[in-house]
């Protein structure tokens, strides 16, 4: 395992990391006591859940949330000291009106019972889940600031942050001399490709990290699914994730499994090892997010991940990916 820093800090962690939304929702405790230890064995140290981690996310029940938190407590008993632990506030967590969101109050509360529930004295990373446009950011992130100087956090980062979202972060930041967010974390895999757009030029100019989650296209670039055929059972798909119905809904990601293939089989890898190097192969990256559900999965992972792609593989997988990147009625405009 090779180990990045986290933007510009002096914090490092691992190129890849664990994470653990599969805790409580989808498996156990035990089968996720074996997911961690098998995470740990490999060299991982940077290990990344959210307090609306739980059964209610599929159950649509905001009071059934947080069991990822509380196994993660449980199982970091005695080498809480050999992570890097990262959580997330903004979903909702309660029936009541201030039960979300990014205010002051929520923040307050959030930490304190994300504490309990991981066991712990402090968040070595605390995220925001996504932008909130009902609460100023200078009310966010001297929130986020004080919790630092407190002591209950370590450093600051976002989730599903637009560029520009987290550059106005930072001048707020800068202005009243508050704790910045070092990190961000977004979708990124060979399916879903739009920070390279802006987020990624964006966090390498400004020494911003990148912790990208679903690096395997939420299980699609595993060829596990398969076009007009039932979703095997046990797997998000059978069990009804949403946003992975969304994305398999669209016809050029379960294609793009099937034109990747002859690339992983040229380099020896299955398609899972290959979508992984590539998103490890890509600039800017910090760390992978490996969201796994069985023990086989970070093992089957490990196996290759001192493999990265070549300037010329790359150029080749854009060229052979991108003609599914343009609408059908642009290609006939473009024809015409």
């Keep these: 395992m090779q180990y990045r820093k986290l933007g510009r800090t002096g914090l490092l962690v691992s190129e890849v990391s664990l994470g653990t939304m599969a805790f409580g929702r989808w498996i156990d405790e035990k089968e996720s006591a074996r997911v961690l230890d098998a995470a740990l064995d490999a060299g991982i140290n940077l290990i990344d859940t959210a307090d609306v981690y739980g059964r209610g996310t599929d159950l649509g029940n905001p009071n059934l949330v947080g069991e990822s938190e509380t196994i993660l407590g449980?199982?970091?008993?005695?080498?809480?000291?050999?992570?890097?632990?990262?959580?997330?506030?903004?979903?909702?967590?309660?029936?009541?009106?201030?039960?979300?969101?990014?205010?002051?109050?929520?923040?307050?509360?959030?930490?304190?019972?994300?504490?309990?529930?991981?066991?712990?004295?402090?968040?070595?990373?605390?995220?925001?889940?996504?932008?909130?446009?009902?609460?100023?950011?200078?009310?966010?992130?001297?929130?986020?600031?004080?919790?630092?100087?407190?002591?209950?956090?370590?450093?600051?980062?976002?989730?599903?942050?637009?560029?520009?979202?987290?550059?106005?972060?930072?001048?707020?930041?800068?202005?009243?001399?508050?704790?910045?967010?070092?990190?961000?974390?977004?979708?990124y895999s060979l399916i879903t490709r739009d920070i390279e757009k802006e987020l990624v030029p964006f966090a390498l100019s400004e020494g911003v990290g990148i912790l990208a989650y679903s690096p395997l296209g939420r299980g699609i670039l595993t060829?596990?699914?398969?076009?007009?055929?039932?979703?095997?059972?046990?797997?998000?798909?059978?069990?009804?994730?949403?946003?992975?119905?969304?994305?398999?809904?669209?016809?050029?990601?379960?294609?793009?499994?099937?034109?990747?293939?002859?690339?992983?089989?040229?380099?020896?890898?299955?398609?899972?090892?290959?979508?992984?190097?590539?998103?490890?192969?890509?600039?800017?990256?910090?760390?992978?997010?490996l969201g796994a559900s069985k023990a086989e999965h970070v093992t089957e992972a490990a196996k290759t991940w001192h493999i990265r792609l070549t300037e010329e593989e790359m150029r080749e997988i854009d060229e052979a990916t991108e003609v599914l990147a343009v609408p059908p009625a642009a290609k006939g405009a473009a024809a015409v």
């Design 223 to 289: 060829g596990k699914y398969r076009p007009g055929e039932a979703p095997p059972p046990g797997t998000r798909l059978a069990a009804g994730e949403q946003r992975l119905q969304q994305l398999i809904a669209k016809p050029r990601s379960l294609a793009i499994p099937d034109l990747i293939r002859p690339f992983a089989e040229r380099r020896g890898l299955t398609l899972a090892q290959f979508a992984l190097s590539w998103v490890l192969s890509r600039p800017g990256i910090t760390s992978a997010i």
């Design 74 to 187: 449980k199982l970091l008993k005695g080498r809480r000291d050999k992570v890097i632990l990262a959580t997330k506030v903004h979903g909702r967590v309660g029936d009541g009106v201030n039960d979300a969101g990014q205010s002051r109050y929520h923040i307050f509360r959030a930490i304190e019972n994300s504490l309990r529930r991981l066991q712990t004295d402090h968040v070595d990373l605390y995220q925001v889940h996504r932008f909130d446009p009902n609460t100023p950011l200078e009310e966010t992130l001297r929130a986020l600031d004080d919790l630092v100087r407190q002591g209950k956090v370590r450093y600051i980062g976002c989730s599903n942050y637009a560029a520009w979202q987290i550059a106005k972060a930072h001048a707020v930041s800068a202005l009243h001399h508050l704790h910045r967010f070092e990190s961000v974390q977004p979708e």
